[in-house]
């Protein structure tokens, strides 16, 4: 299950999302496939959820798609952003 600290607050608009950390006093900033995915694990869909609508809603192959919401899961991971 992925989840997300309480204490991170962001904004989602079609440009993309910028999420602000407020204790470790850091801003990310996402790209719009990357706020696809960002509100969609705020909205509590797990992984293969994601991977599964993004693939659908872009026409692209599963395995591809699912590569890199993988490495970008690791990414968010790696800047303290989610917890697997």
């Known amino acids: 299950m992925v ?17 602000l950390d407020i204790p470790r006093n850091t801003i990310t900033t996402l790209s719009p496939a990357g706020a696809y995915v960002w509100e969609r694990l705020l909205q509590g869909l797990q992984v293969a959820a994601i991977i599964s609508e ?3 809603d872009t026409g692209t192959d599963e395995l591809v798609v699912a590569k ?3 490495e970008f899961m690791e990414q968010l991971k790696s800047k ?3 917890s697997l």
């Open 3 to 19: 989840t997300t600290p309480a204490h991170l607050h962001s904004i989602i608009d079609h440009d993309g999302a910028v999420i």
């Open 54 to 56: 993004l693939a659908h």
């Open 68 to 70: 890199d919401v993988e």
């Open 80 to 82: 303290q952003l989610v």
